[in-house]
């Protein structure tokens, strides 16, 4: 008899979707219930990494409340910007002063004769010596290279130049070449020797001796090297450069114009605005913090809906936690110990929510008292900040958690490879009884077809 091939030839059953069928009826139940708790596990562990941000971030913002630096930082005023402005530090002291601009610090320059031919004049060889200040160089002018624009690209290449920029100005009479220092003060003068190959060249007309008259100066001077000098409080100060660094502790002027004999005027003071808008900024990312949180684990009956964290114990000790640190109470040595005291209260939602008014005012009458609430070893921030650092370092709380959800998400792994294996065997088995039910029915039709045939050549009468 001949084998059956495929299944369901022999019966005109479909095995195969009745195999497939009664498998897939089989693993529902459980495959079910892993994919319900693989999803959820790994909801609540994407979750868990949310969470972790979220601390993460309220944490950044209470880092200047912690170490009182948003209570400390200054503002600096200056009553004559186009003369100089001015900005400051954390170690400024508050206090006013008066500022007279005398004279700006300036750098040196020099310029040569007008030479008729232009930039293209040939000087003449030799060797130049140029200095600035302390510091010099010299460069070979030598034959065929010695035409003014030469003698001008030469030195803006040198590689020992200290700090000496050339030019060339062409004017109706000529070309002039200028010497500029690039650094302001009155030690940084130019000065060029020459020693030329020729006497009488043109080259000696690069010749400038700082110390000579100037009628005595091939070159002539265009501009002083010059030191600032300032006033301040009618104390004489001088500077290389226009900016004053530190002259007043942590304050800076970066001088802009003279104005000599005219006095303006100076202020530090506290910043006030910096130091609210820090408490803002904490507020509004505790504010986002709770709301993440309620969104993450609050449930829905009506809709039949529910957050990765409904019911999880850890959103709700976070909280809990949180709303304890927050409302702790600091001796701030004025007449308010706690955050209701600035006017910032908590909402029924557990969001806080500040009272403009009450805030200006405490700033305003006890600023340094507003600082010691949230700052220092007993503070607000201090306190909120220990929490959350529980929850977010490394080996913390929020790590725990994860590492948790992770050994579930692989153990689920595990159960689905087992069932696999275990529907697998179902399957090969119900393959098997119906593969075997499949061979029975065959055989039978074909005795029966067989018996038919055998009957059909009998007489008729003896059918």
């Given amino acids: 008899m001949p084998a059956i091939t495929s299944m369901g030839i022999g019966s005109g059953l479909d095995i195969r979707g009745l195999v497939d069928d009664l498998v897939e009826a089989e693993r529902a139940p459980t495959q079910n219930r892993i994919d319900r708790n693989a999803e959820r596990a790994q909801d609540?562990?994407?979750?868990?990494?949310?969470?972790?941000?979220?601390?993460?971030?309220?944490?950044?913002?209470?880092?200047?409340?912690?170490?009182?630096?948003?209570?400390?930082?200054?503002?600096?005023?200056?009553?004559?910007?186009?003369?100089?402005?001015?900005?400051?530090?954390?170690?400024?002291?508050?206090?006013?002063?008066?500022?007279?601009?005398?004279?700006?610090?300036?750098?040196?320059?020099?310029?040569?004769?007008?030479?008729?031919?232009?930039?293209?004049?040939?000087?003449?060889?030799?060797?130049?010596?140029?200095?600035?200040?302390?510091?010099s160089f010299q460069l070979a002018v030598p034959e065929g290279a010695d035409s003014l624009a030469q003698i001008r690209d030469a030195i803006n290449v040198a590689p020992d130049n200290p700090g000496i920029t050339a030019s060339i100005i062409n004017?109706?009479?000529?070309?002039?070449?200028?010497?500029?220092?690039?650094?302001?003060?009155?030690?940084?003068?130019?000065?060029?020797?020459?020693?030329?190959?020729?006497?009488?060249?043109?080259?000696?007309?690069?010749?400038?001796?700082?110390?000579?008259?100037?009628?005595?100066?091939?070159?002539?001077?265009?501009?002083?090297?010059?030191?600032?000098?300032?006033?301040?409080?009618?104390?004489?100060?001088?500077?290389?450069?226009?900016?004053?660094?530190?002259?007043?502790?942590?304050?800076?002027?970066?001088?802009?114009?003279?104005?000599?004999?005219?006095?303006?005027?100076?202020?530090?003071a506290e910043d006030r605005a910096q130091g609210r808008e820090s408490v803002e900024q904490f507020v509004a990312s505790y504010n986002e913090l709770i709301s993440q949180i309620r969104a993450l684990a609050d449930a829905d009956p009506e809709e039949g809906t529910s957050g990765p964290l409904t019911g999880d114990s850890t959103a709700r000790t976070l909280v809990s936690q949180m709303r304890n640190a927050i409302n702790s109470s600091v001796d701030t040595g004025a007449d308010f110990s706690s955050l209701a005291g600035l006017g910032i209260v908590t909402r029924d939602d557990g969001t806080l929510e500040i009272n403009d008014e009450r805030l200006d005012e405490a700033i305003s009458n006890n600023y340094d008292a507003v600082g010691n609430l949230f700052a220092g070893e007993g503070g607000l921030a201090n306190a909120v900040d220990t929490v959350a650092r529980s929850y977010t370092q490394s080996g913390g709380i929020l790590d725990s958690r994860s590492r948790s959800l992770e050994n579930r998400l692989q153990d689920l792994g595990n159960q689905q490879e087992r069932l696999d294996r275990r529907m697998a065997r179902v399957e090969s088995r119900y393959i098997s009884q119906f593969t075997a039910m499949d061979q029975l029915v065959a055989q039978l039709q074909e005795t029966s077809s067989f018996l038919d045939q055998q009957l059909g050549n009998l007489p008729f009468n003896n059918r």
């Fill in 44 to 135: 609540q562990l994407s979750a868990m990494g949310t969470l972790k941000g979220l601390i993460s971030q309220m944490q950044d913002g209470l880092s200047d409340l912690r170490s009182r630096s948003a209570f400390q930082s200054r503002t600096a005023e200056s009553s004559a910007e186009d003369v100089f402005t001015v900005s400051a530090t954390r170690q400024a002291v508050e206090g006013a002063f008066t500022v007279q601009v005398e004279e700006l610090a300036q750098s040196h320059r020099i310029a040569s004769r007008e030479f008729a031919d232009g930039a293209g004049t040939e000087m003449g060889s030799g060797t130049l010596t140029l200095s600035l200040g302390n510091d």
């Fill in 171 to 268: 004017t109706a009479e000529g070309a002039r070449l200028t010497l500029t220092s690039q650094e302001t003060g009155a030690d940084n003068v130019i000065s060029v020797s020459v020693d030329a190959d020729q006497g009488g060249s043109p080259l000696e007309d690069l010749a400038f001796d700082p110390s000579l008259d100037p009628e005595d100066n091939p070159m002539s001077q265009v501009r002083e090297a010059q030191d600032a000098l300032v006033f301040i409080d009618d104390f004489a100060v001088t500077s290389s450069n226009n900016t004053l660094d530190g002259v007043i502790d942590g304050v800076t002027l970066n001088l802009r114009d003279s104005d000599p004999g005219e006095v303006h005027n100076l202020v530090i």
